[in-house]
T-cell receptor, first 115, second 111 residues
């Protein structure tokens, strides 16, 4: 089936540093990738939608200069958390639409801890 | 009021029990998903429904479009079914194909 590989699965970084999270579609072309954030005991919140070859669309309240999304190819989308702060500590997960079977596939998520 | 509401928020059952998780939504949708999130965070898509009923193994999902309601049933529950179950809808208008999520139901099945 369609698989999205997400790395790293967890990362601890110091305040002020940047962290890059990658999502690769392994056996299909992901023209659209959704990036979500999930705080403990809360539901997933859409941060942005990235389309291959064009600028990402960010949800209201999400700083595009802080959460840089690149979707340069049909198999790779990246989210870079720049100048990370402790409040950015969260679970980040990507998702892509698939055609057969019709639906969504999710990455395994990245747990980010900023200290 | 959230667009997607799930009940119950938490559910504890004994192994073998029949389980029902409910989802109500207030917007027009083109499809509804049931997702399973394991303790490590990984998410698996269980079903996508736009009408009727689907069955996969011990899992059954139903949807009533007129009543804007869906249910996920688990027959003969097992401790390995313990996870968070999330209902998510795709709106019938607006941004294409982005999901709106319910808050999830934490299911614990005791041996």
């Amino acid at each position: 089936g369609a698989v999205v590989s997400q790395h790293p699965s967890w990362v601890i970084c110091k305040s002020g540093t940047s962290v890059k999270i990658e999502c690769r579609s392994l056996d299909f072309q992901a023209t659209t990738m959704f990036w979500y954030r999930q705080f403990p005991k809360q539901s997933l919140m859409l941060m942005a939608t990235s389309n291959e070859g064009s600028k990402a669309t960010y949800e209201q309240g999400v700083e595009k200069d802080k959460f840089l999304i690149n979707h340069a190819s049909l198999t790779l989308s990246t989210l870079t958390v720049t100048s990370a702060h402790p409040e950015d500590s969260s679970f980040y997960i990507c998702s892509a639409t698939i055609r057969v079977p019709r639906g969504y596939t999710f990455g395994s998520g990245t747990r980010l801890t900023v200290v | 009021k959230n667009e997607v509401e799930q009940s119950p928020q938490n559910l504890t059952a004994q192994e073998g029990e029949f389980i029902t998780i409910n989802c109500s939504y207030s917007v027009g949708i083109s499809a509804l998903h049931w997702l399973q999130q394991h303790p490590g965070g990984g998410i698996v898509s269980l079903f996508m429904l736009s009408s009727g009923k689907k069955k996969h193994g011990r899992l059954i999902a139903t949807i009533n479009i007129q009543e804007k309601h869906s249910s996920l049933h688990i027959t003969a529950s097992h401790p390995r079914d313990s996870a968070v179950y999330i209902c998510a809808v795709i709106g019938s208008s607006g941004s294409a194909r982005q999901l709106t999520f319910g808050s999830g139901t934490q299911l614990t099945v005791l041996p």
